[in-house]
């Protein structure tokens, strides 16, 4: 099954990236957050299934 990561800045969508495991997609989120928040202003992260149901989040606060 296909997942997304959504990459979402203050005014919405900033990227999406494909992946084709769902460990591979979140672990990408989880080491990419901090660095992508403090450098591209991100505010959270998802990885969505390919039907659209989300299976981890994460947000941050500046």
């Known amino acids: 099954m296909a997942y997304?990561?959504?990459w979402y800045g203050k005014h919405g969508i900033v990227e999406?990236?494909?992946f084709d495991a769902e460990k591979e997609a979140r672990d990408f989120a989880l080491a990419?957050?901090?660095e992508r928040q403090h450098n591209?202003?991100?505010?959270?992260v998802e990885v969505r299934?390919?039907?659209?149901?989300?299976v981890?989040?994460?947000a941050g606060s500046k």
């Open 16 to 18: 999406q990236t494909p």
């Open 56 to 58: 981890f989040s994460k």
């Open 4 to 6: 997304t990561v959504i």
């Open 32 to 34: 990419s957050f901090d």
């Open 40 to 44: 591209d202003g991100i505010v959270a």
């Open 49 to 54: 299934k390919a039907d659209g149901k989300v």
